[in-house]
T-cell receptor
Framework: DTGVSQDPRHKITKRGQNVTFRCDPI?????LYWYRQTLGQGPEFLTY????????KSRLLSDRFSAERPKGSFSTLEIQRTEQGDSAMYLC??????????FGPGTRLTVL | GQSLEQPSEVTAVEGAIVQINCTYQ??????LSWYQQHDGGAPTFLSY????GLEEKGRFSSFLSRSKGYSYLLLKELQMKDSASYLC?????????????FGSGTQLTVLP
C-alpha cells in the first residue's frame, strides 16, 4: 500500500456518459500525475499538477478530459461523452523525493 | 521524441538470475526508473539511476549507461512472486514538467 487511494476502483458506463474519478495522494507530496494504461502497454502520461497548478497536459488529453486539484490536495479526472476507446486503467501517482512515483491502485474504466 | 525498447517476455527458473534490458532514445535525459507491476496491480517503484553504473538494492540491481542509452534490471535468487511485468521509464526535462515515459514492459515468468 503506497498511501495513494483512488475511487472508484471499477467503473462501467455507457458510451456518451460522463465519469469522474478521484485520487487522494500522500499529503506531503506536492506533485501529482495522472496516467492511462491499456492492456500490454506501459502507463501513458496524461497530466501533472504541482500543488493546485496544472502544469502540463499530454496531447492524449482531448478536450473531453479535464482534471482539477483544488487546494492542492485530492485530484479529480473527468471524462465527458465517453467513447469505447476511453476504456483503460486510469492511474494516479504522487511524487516524493528521489524521483520516486507512488501509484494508486487505479480505476478501471469500461465503456460499453 | 522518445522511444524505449524492452523485450516483451522473459522466462527463468526459481533461484536463477535474470537480466531485463531497456534501450532508450530521448532528448534531455534526466534519469531512468524501473517499476514492477503484478497483474491487475499498480506499478511499484524498484530503482532509479541518474548516473552511469550499477545500483544494488537487495536481490535487485539496476545498471545505466547514458552514452549507450541502455539500462538493465538484474534480479537474483528468483522467487515465484517475482513473476510480474517490469517497466522501464525515462524522465526528460521538457517544459515545466518532469514527465515519465514508460516502456511497454517485460513480462517475467518464473518457473518452479
Amino acid at each position: 500500500d503506497t498511501g495513494v487511494s483512488q475511487d472508484p476502483r471499477h467503473k462501467i458506463t455507457k458510451r456518451g456518459q460522463n465519469v469522474t474519478f478521484r485520487c487522494d495522494p500522500i499529503s506531503e507530496h506536492n506533485r501529482l500525475y495522472w496516467y492511462r494504461q491499456t492492456l500490454g502497454q506501459g502507463p501513458e502520461f496524461l497530466t501533472y499538477f504541482q500543488n493546485e497548478a496544472q502544469l502540463e497536459k499530454s496531447r492524449l488529453l482531448s478536450d473531453r478530459f479535464s482534471a482539477e486539484r483544488p487546494k492542492g490536495s485530492f485530484s479529480t479526472l473527468e471524462i465527458q461523452r465517453t467513447e469505447q476507446g476511453d476504456s483503460a486503467m486510469y492511474l494516479c501517482a504522487n511524487e516524493g523525493g528521489a524521483d520516486t512515483q507512488y501509484f494508486g491502485p487505479g480505476t478501471r474504466l469500461t465503456v460499453l | 521524441g522518445q522511444s524505449l525498447e524492452q523485450p516483451s517476455e522473459v522466462t527463468a527458473v526459481e533461484g536463477a538470475i535474470v537480466q531485463i534490458n531497456c534501450t532508450y532514445q530521448t532528448s534531455g535525459f534526466y534519469g531512468l526508473s524501473w517499476y514492477q507491476q503484478h497483474d491487475g496491480g499498480a506499478p511499484t517503484f524498484l530503482s532509479y539511476n541518474a548516473l552511469d553504473g550499477l545500483e544494488e538494492k537487495g536481490r535487485f540491481s539496476s545498471f545505466l549507461s547514458r552514452s549507450k542509452g541502455y539500462s538493465y534490471l538484474l534480479l537474483k535468487e528468483l522467487q515465484m512472486k517475482d513473476s510480474a511485468s517490469y517497466l522501464c521509464a525515462v524522465r526528460d526535462r521538457r517544459g515545466s514538467a518532469r514527465q515519465l515515459t514508460f516502456g511497454s514492459g517485460t513480462q517475467l515468468t518464473v518457473l518452479p
